[in-house]
């Protein structure tokens, strides 16, 4: 049997036995088991090693605060690193590995920076590695030379790379009152607001319900308290309006009584469930929130305090109770305040030997003279640690007689054999959640501990939290505080009686012993009391310049323990209370946090793919899909063996020699309603729109209030009051809230209905010379000649039975029309489209051809209209209507705004016929060893069929005063310079005689 | 945070959007005071405690709320539809119609 | 003051540490100075520094109302960076990266700038060529700029997923080689132990609560700890911009106060050794020296001076993140914090004289203020010793706004949550 | 007369999925509605707009924000101020609507291809719908008829609610099948059939 396993007790299944291993180690534990209280029972005390010293450490506590006990857990490949070994509960097969270790363990390489402590004194890197001011090494070098070795050094565990298999999830929930904390009090508030009818849902971090009525050991009405408590979780399950949420770390309090929590789904498991997830994460939107979340033990601060088997007093108490495992053989506890002597109590019969009760206190009264006697303890009042003995495991300690006034020790060091020391420094309520829901905290000079401020957001405490640390008062104030969270006042009725061990609940204010040696406040960082002392020296005396200058309370445990003794040691130093050191605010979250957990449903799913009605038509007939913001559309049909540029170069080609036809369905689209529709596009139009005619479309551009451009796309009048607005892809979105901005606050009185139709309709664009033989041929119901659907004219009709809306418009330049019909016969129309195109050549043609076409023509697009042009800069002045006002009109001729060096909008032509680059830059004078006298920059460009030369659209100061003018290109991070001619952006057909036919 | 929206009741945060300082003025349309149209765009009252701001409820009615709420504790004092604000509308519809 | 020194340390190493004196001294503040400096952040002490350094004038106060570099140069994510667009920007954080390369020798204080270079990662062709046009632009001012293919992005974070599967995937980045991070904290303490060693009161706990004047003029504030006059007073309070001018009567300025959040993992081994941006979100990624991978993206996205984050954007970034590096999701968000940023109409920060007679205004850093640190204070230092702007700083007024003059990096206009 | 795509289509499983043998806690399934019509009011007008759709489909929408009715062919709820959205199974709902809703009313917008429905049922249907969308589903707080509108992230959605467990999700049509994996992903867990 394990050698520290009591022989009954704790709420293990002794039935089951797990198997699992830590550093390949095999260990058998009980289900029930966390990975420490296996460890412990098969007596290992060697768990980990510190960040900076690599010092051997042990378990220090029994839970979620846990500074020194950090593991990896391994599932295959996936790697979890940094878990604290009190929050693993094992299962068959669980696989652990310690962390921060070379080669192992036991044998720690970099232990060696034990011995340079001094010198590595909090704030070293701060005064050294700078490196010389001159030769090769000046500048940041020698830092980074040095850097290299300490990154490799740092670091606790090792994340993996491989993706994490496993699935996580959010889950939106509300309830009127939310209880975090499920010890007594707790408990009693779920009841009590369960009993009003109100919504509840109760969270505990911990696999079980009952927090310290699991190990105290009391009773209550008789009854142990465990079995008190699991009747009163069962009474809460047989509610419909409780949710229970066990394994479950409520960690953010977030604005508008908004909490985030953490629930554990299958961590416990050998493997997940069908489609369960491993974490979910549980946003909960709570009326009120009751606060019942304990308090937290904290450590002493002595020589030695961190020697593996020194451990907090309560920890040792729950792995007796809870898990049925002894700490050690022979203990001594070491302590300030009353709980101590519980503790004793409870492992003495459990079956330890408590040797001795060293208490800091002289004076002590008789209850707990009473309780030590019980325990067969000696007690040494008045005395204090001063060292402790041993290597990877406790062999003994020191003691001395101590004054706890002046902080003197007197008298010879006796030595005590023991194989565990237990300490207690007092309690801290952990009042986390309080300060992050917005309050600062409040220093309890009786208690010695901070308390929850008054509720800023919607929240009552109960129990420890509130710094009442017996489970009678636990009790009566968790009741009210579910009552009052519910908004009642409760008759009065009889309380449970709790049968409890004495205690007085303010601890002596001793929180160090000076003596000679390392004294560790924060465990895991190893900061010692002279670090803090030496903030204090150089001047790092507030509360956050103690934590930033000796990473106090940094470390993965965030200084659950260690923060209220390290504030005492600046204080003292500093000859000031404690408060006026300063508070630290907690952030969330209030325990780490698993990044899966967070992106929840998104991981693997970050955005949703947005897709065309033909969108399968196009994967089906061979087109290579780009990803424009969320949408995908073809952006080459692809023949066997052509390149990306020959097969761009030819469908542009077979569109201007034939016809072809583009998917344009992720065009935005607004339908524009109602009496005042035109008056509205008058306003945001920079043009006019109330004088087109219904059944004619007409290009607009829009710009922002500041006067630059916006957006731009065509517009249809198919009714008086009835409009269809067409937007770029990229600012569809944009536009619509645009226009929603301006009817809702600006001109409520215009009666316009906007409504994203985007999605209800596909459109195909059909252009080329053969593209009105190829309507005609599949359009029934309407002709498409000249006269009746002339340039800029919608006619309505019907494609192989589907009724469809066509408007004569072109972005390619060539004769072309957009064809619309509903989204659900979008493909159906499409194939119609193909099969009446085949006797004429139709090609399909994708993004590259439909950006090649649009640059010989010279239209401008999200590469041109980039937030920084103007109309004049893109030569777009010519839609800057001067009989009304719109929106920029007012703003649009500022000086900047018209200076004539801006950057506008030409065309260019590469002089060596070789291809140019998006983003190069043009400059006069070519200097490809030194770089400089940028004029502009490329937006697009491409291999122009139509021209048969290499061209680009590019944004030049001072552009149109430069046409016809020679200059070079220079791209510098493709190493490609070579002559250019600066053209006008108009190309190809430049009197618009093509489209116009 | 949760932003009551007159409409749909309480709402997170995440489904709104916004559109910053509620106390700017419009100049009217056809106005050529240059300074006005440039505090209006550019200027921002950014006050440490209650703010009088526009959102909108993008991921819900779309509506456009003015609410007040303090910048300092995110508390939200009142919220009610932008539209509603009368004297505004009354103040460009006239101007509409000269 | 003793000098910094591995030497010095192990000296003190010898004596205990015991006489190690503080890093700066923790003066009463005087009736006058030449110069008050308003924020002891890292803007306003970096200014003290090169207002004693360069200009020769020491009789200055930096006050701080709380504790030194309690704002934003101990909150932010510590990237230093020059990547800009606009050559107004370029210029100016060019200047503060040559600075940067020199100020852990500079300050004899070791503020750990890393040169691991920051990789903006491109998901669309047209994304590539919005990078080859800044990296050109940054190129043709003379500052380092190389365009990564996928397989080199590959080597240099092994981490990443690049695979064509992903949702946006990589097709390649830009990389500036001599951008990286730096310890902030120290930066605030570097400035601080510089300037008080030259002379400079830095006097924390001292609250500005009105200013004193004379007609128009600023001649001094009134402060919890009492009147202070000076023949100048200089602001640097970004993040609290708009709350301090309120007390000097001007109550709209082209800023709004957001929050942005930052997040850290609890420490690894070394994953990531450069620092990385996503182009299809808003996110952005360091590894820090203590193993803590380093975080965040946008903006909360309303005016906030709470310091408080909200959990929209806590659940974006971490989506973001797992989006770039699947094999992260076990690993665990360790702390978030917010900081207050002045968001400008443009992006782009304000140092100038002005707005009234005898004040000087550096503010609007966005969230770009870090990196800015050594030039900001070096050309506010400037523009208050000579009264008037030094080059790198003169397009950065108050009245570009208005006169169409806007440094607009991102192009989104008027609307400071989007820059 | 030709039949409408469903945008699901490649990604629609008729069957039992996921953790179905320990049950089927929800069932799946597009309604393919033949109207889907989006109607507005000017402000004041609201009245006449709620009375023209009784007098063109017979639902007699009750009033507040929210509100809705649903008689299985035919549904309506309000999702916006003045603002409504009109469903039935067959098609052509538009032509019901011309001369009712006058320009003096408020607007009628035809969405019947612009919007894809779905429907989950069953009783972990509010289950599966909480891992989206931040609204409280539980039936005091979102009664039988009502409609919500509200958003996944980059989703835009109107929900009504058509039965105990029974809600209908309206979402644009390019997202449909995005949002249709991640519904059948979410529902693994509890079980589900698509029908």
């Given amino acids: 049997m394990s050698p520290r396993r009591t022989e009954t007790g704790g709420r293990i299944d002794r039935l089951r036995t797990i198997r699992f291993t830590f550093d390949g180690t095999p260990y058998t534990g009980y289900a029930g088991d966390t ?119 740092a670091g606790l565990g090792r994340a993996g790379t491989a ?131 304990g308090s937290f033990e904290r450590p002493l601060v002595f020589p030695g305090n961190d020697r593996p088997c020194v451990m907090l007093a309560h920890a040792a108490e729950r792995y007796a109770n809870e898990f049925g495992v002894l700490p050690g053989d022979r203990i001594a506890l070491f302590t300030n ?155 009065p009725t009889a309380l449970p009686v709790v049968d409890a061990a004495p205690g007085d609940p303010d601890p002596a204010p001793v929180f160090e012993i000076k003596a000679k040696g390392k004294s560790f406040v924060d465990f895991q960082h190893d900061v010692t009391a002279e670090d803090v002392r030496l903030a204090h020296r150089e001047g790092f005396v507030s509360v956050e310049h103690l934590k930033r200058y000796t990473t106090l309370g940094m470390a993965t445990d965030q200084g659950k323990s260690s923060n209220v003794p390290g504030l005492a040691i600046m204080a003292e130093a500093l000859g000031k209370p404690i408060p006026e050191v300063g508070t630290t605010r907690f952030r969330p979250p209030y325990s780490a946090v698993s990044i899966g957990s967070l992106a929840a449903e998104r991981f693997g799913d970050l955005k949703p793919e947005r897709l065309t009605p033909m969108h399968d038509w196009h994967i089906a007939n061979g087109a290579t899909m780009y990803s424009a913001g969320l949408w995908y559309r073809p952006m080459i049909y692809g023949l066997a063996g052509e390149t990306i540029e020959q097969a761009y170069v030819r469908e542009a080609k077979a569109t201007r020699d034939s016809a072809g036809i583009v998917d344009v369905s992720t065009l935005g689209k607004i339908a524009v309603q109602g009496p005042d529709a035109a008056e509205l596009l008058d306003r945001v139009y920079t043009n006019m729109f109330s004088t087109l005619a219904v059944g004619k479309a007409r290009y607009g551009l829009m710009l922002r209030e500041d006067g630059l451009a916006f957006d731009d796309g065509t517009t249809w009048r198919l009714g008086e009051q009835n409009f269809l607005m067409t937007t770029t892809t990229a600012n569809a979105s944009k536009v619509m809230q645009h226009l929603e901005y301006f009817l809702d606050v600006i001109w409520p009185e215009l009666k316009v209905t906007v409504t994203s139709v985007t999605d209800e309709w596909a459109g195909a664009a059909i252009g080329g010379p053969k593209a009105r033989a190829i309507l005609a041929a599949c359009v029934k119901g309407t002709a498409v000649d000249n006269v009746t659907l002339p340039f800029m004219g919608i006619v309505h009709g019907k494609i192989a039975d589907v009724p469809v809306m066509i408007c004569r418009l072109s972005f390619s330049g060539e004769m072309a029309f957009e064809v619309y019909s509903g989204a659900g016969y979008g493909t159906h129309v499409w194939e119609a489209l193909i099969e009446a195109g085949k006797p004429f050549g139709l090609v399909t043609y994708g993004l590259e051809a439909l950006g090649t076409m649009r640059i010989e023509k010279g239209h401008v697009t999200g590469a041109e209209i ?40 030409v065309g260019l032509v590469s002089l060596d016929n070789r291809p140019l680059n998006g983003g190069a830059h043009i400059v006069e004078e070519l200097d490809e060893a030194n770089p400089h006298g940028s004029i502009g920059h490329i937006t697009a460009c491409c291999y122009s069929p139509a021209l048969g030369k290499h061209i680009a659209l590019a944004l030049v100061s001072g552009g149109k005063a430069r046409h016809g003018t020679r200059a070079f290109v220079s791209d510098p991070l493709r190493n490609r310079f070579g002559p250019i001619e600066i053209v006008s952006n108009h190309f190809y057909d430049p009197d618009g005689s093509r489209m116009h036919g | 945070m949760l932003i ?47 703010h009088n701001e526009i959102w909108q409820h993008s991921g819900g009615c779309r509506a456009h709320l003015r609410v007040v709420r303090n910048t300092l504790t995110h508390e939200i004092s009142s919220s009610g539809f932008a539209r509603g604000d009368h004297k505004a509308a009354a103040r460009h519809k006239s101007e509409a119609k000269s | 003051m003793a000098e910094y020194s591995a030497f010095s ?155 064509g599967s992903a949702r946006f995937p990589i097709l390649g980045g830009l990389m500036q080689p001599r951008a990286g991070s730096a310890r902030h904290d120290a930066v605030a303490w570097g400035y601080a132990r510089g300037a008080d060693r030259r002379g400079v009161d830095i006097i924390e706990n001292c609250e500005v609560t009105g200013f004193l004047r004379d007609g128009d003029r600023i001649t001094g504030v009134s402060t919890t700890r009492g009147e202070i006059r000076a023949k100048k007073v200089a602001l640097a309070v970004a993040g609290s911009t708009g709350r301090v001018m309120q007390l000097a009567g001007i109550d709209k300025m082209p800023i709004e106060s957001h929050v942005l959040q930052a997040f850290v993992t609890e420490s690894l081994k070394p994953i990531i050794d450069t620092i990385l941006t996503f182009g299809m979100g808003h996110f952005y990624i360091s590894q820090s020296d203590k193993g803590g991978l380093v975080y965040g993206g946008d903006l909360d996205g309303y005016n906030s001076y709470a310091q408080r984050g909200s959990l929209p954007i806590v659940d974006e970034v971490m989506s973001e993140m797992l989006a770039l590096f699947p094999g992260l999701a076990r690993v ?88 | 007369m030709v039949e409408r795509q469903s945008p699901l289509e490649p990604e629609y499983y008729p069957g039992s999925h996921g953790n179905f043998e320990h049950g089927v806690d929800v069932i799946l399934s597009e309604t393919r509605p033949g109207s889907i019509l989006q109607l507005a009011a000017w402000p004041g007008e609201e009245k006449r707009l709620m009375s023209a759709i009784y007098k063109a489909t017979g639902l007699a929408l009750p009033d507040g924000a929210g509100g809705g009715v649903t008689d299985g062919a035919r549904s309506a709820f309000g999702f916006a101020p003045g603002k409504f959205t009109v469903v039935d199974e067959a098609e052509g709902l538009a032509a019901a609507f011309s001369g ?96």
């Fill in chain 3, 332 to 419: 665990r968000m360790l702390r978030s914090w917010g900081g207050v940023c002045d968001m400008t109409m443009d992006g782009s920060p304000i140092i100038t004289t002005g707005p009234l007679p005898g004040m000087y205004l550096n503010c609007g850093w966005c969230y770009g203020g870090f990196k800015a640190t050594p030039a900001s204070g070096w050309c506010f230092a400037w523009t208050i010793a000579k009264d008037e702007p030094h080059d790198f700083n003169a397009p950065f007024t108050l009245d570009r706004f208005y006169r169409g003059l806007v440094i607009d990096d991102k192009g989104q206009g008027a609307t400071p949550r989007l820059h």
């Fill in chain 3, 9 to 163: 340390l192990l000296k003190n190493a010898f004596t205990g540490n015991k006489d190690w004196k503080p890093a700066w001294r923790k003066p009463d503040p005087k009736a006058s100075y030449d110069v008050i400096v308003i924020g002891g952040g890292g803007h306003g002490l970096s200014t003290a520094y090169y207002l004693a350094k360069e200009h020769g004038i020491t009789n200055v106060a930096v006050l701080e109302k709380g504790w030194l570099g309690s704002g934003n140069v101990g909150r932010n994510t510590t990237a230093v960076r020059s990547n800009y667009l606009l050559p107004s920007n370029t210029r100016f954080y060019e200047h503060s990266m040559k600075m940067w390369e020199n100020l852990s020798h500079d300050l004899n204080y070791n503020v750990m700038f890393s040169q691991r270079g920051c990789l903006n990662l491109a998901h669309t062709p047209a994304q590539f060529d919005d990078y080859a046009r800044r990296g050109n632009a940054m190129r043709h001012l003379g500052v380092d700029a190389e365009l990564m293919t996928v397989a080199e992005i590959k080597r240099l974070v092994p981490a990443l997923d690049v695979s």
């Fill in chain 1, 35 to 153: 990975l420490a209280s296996a460890l412990l029972a098969n007596g290992v005390t060697l768990f980990g090693r510190s960040f900076k010293y690599h010092r051997p450490r042990g378990v220090l506590t029994a839970g979620v605060e846990e500074p020194n006990a950090l593991v990896t857990v391994l599932r295959g490949e996936v790697r979890e690193p940094n878990i604290a070994a009190t929050m693993v509960e094992i299962y068959d097969g669980l696989v652990a590995v310690s962390q921060n270790r070379f080669p192992s363990l036991a044998w720690d390489v970099n232990a060696i920076n034990q011995l340079g402590g001094k010198i590595l004194s909090a704030g070293f890197y701060y005064k050294t590695f700078m490196g010389p001011v001159i030769g090769p090494l000046k500048g940041t070098r020698f830092w980074m030379f040095c850097e290299h070795f300490i990154r490799r050094a």
């Fill in chain 4, 100 to 195: 009712v809703v006058t320009p003096a009313i408020g607007t009628v917008t035809d969405l019947s291809h612009g919007r894809t429905a779905m429907r989950i049922a069953g009783p972990k249907a509010e289950w599966v719908l909480a891992k989206f969308f931040a609204i409280d589903f539980a039936l005091p707080a979102f009664p039988i008829g009502a409609g919500r509108s509200t958003t996944h992230h980059d989703v835009f959605a109107q929900i009504q609610r058509t039965g105990a467990d029974q809600f209908d999700i309206y979402v644009f049509r390019s997202f449909a099948r995005s949002f249709w994996k991640a519904l059948c992903h979410a529902s693994e867990e509890v079980g589900y059939e698509v029908q």
């Fill in chain 1, 337 to 491: 305040n009353d709980s101590a002597y519980r503790s004793a109590l409870a492992l003495k019969s459990a079956g330890a030997a408590i040797v001795a009760i060293i208490d800091v206190r002289q004076d002590l009264s008789s209850e707990m003279r009473k309780l030590a006697t019980d325990a067969e303890a000696e007690i040494l009042s008045g005395h204090a640690v001063v060292s402790t003995e041993g290597g990877k495991a406790l062999s003994g300690l020191k003691v001395q007689r101590f004054d706890m006034v002046s902080g003197a020790l007197t008298g010879d060091a006796r030595s005590i054999h023991a194989d565990c020391l237990l300490m207690s420094g007092g309690w801290s309520p952990t009042i986390h959640l309080a300060s992050q829901a917005g309050a600062r905290a409040e220093w309890d000079a009786a208690r010695q501990a901070f308390l929850p401020p008054k509720p800023t957001q919607k929240w009552v405490g109960a129990g420890a939290f509130i710094g009442s640390f017996s489970t009678a008062e636990a009790i009566a104030e968790g009741r009210a505080a579910g009552l009052s969270a519910a908004g009642a006042t409760g008759a």
């Fill in chain 2, 4 to 50: 009551t929206c007159p409409y749909c009741g309480p709402r997170d945060v995440i489904e709104f959007t916004y559109q910053g300082d509620g106390n700017r003025q419009r100049p009217q349309p056809s106005s050529q005071d240059l300074d006005a149209w440039n505090a209006y765009v550019y200027d921002r009252l950014n006050p440490a405690g209650d």
């Fill in chain 1, 163 to 293: 993706a994490d298999p496993e699935r996580y999830e959010r889950m939106n929930a509300f309830c009127d009152v939310l209880v975090v904390g499920s010890g007594p009090a707790g408990l009693m508030a779920a009841r009590a607001a369960a009993d009003q009818g109100q919504r509840v849902i109760l969270c505990e971090l911990e696999p079980h319900f009952g927090g310290s009525a699991n190990w105290s050991g009391e009773t209550i009405d008789g009854t142990p308290v465990a079995d008190w408590a699991a009747r009163a979780v069962g009474q809460l399950e047989g509610h419909d309006n409780v949710r229970l949420l066990p394994r479950t770390t409520v960690w953010g309090y977030y604005d508008g009584n908004t909490l985030a929590a953490l629930e554990r789904v299958t961590d416990h498991k050998e493997a997940p469930a069908k489609g369960e997830p491993r974490h979910r994460y549980w946003a909960i939107r709570a009326k009120s929130v009751v606060l019942a979340t």
């Fill in chain 1, 866 to 905: 980039d937030g920084r042009t103007t109309a004049r800069d893109l030569h777009l002045d010519w839609m800057l209507s001067k009989k009304k006002p719109f929106i920029g009109s007012a703003m649009m001729d500022r000086e900047g705004l018209i200076a004539p060096d801006r950057l506008q909008l």
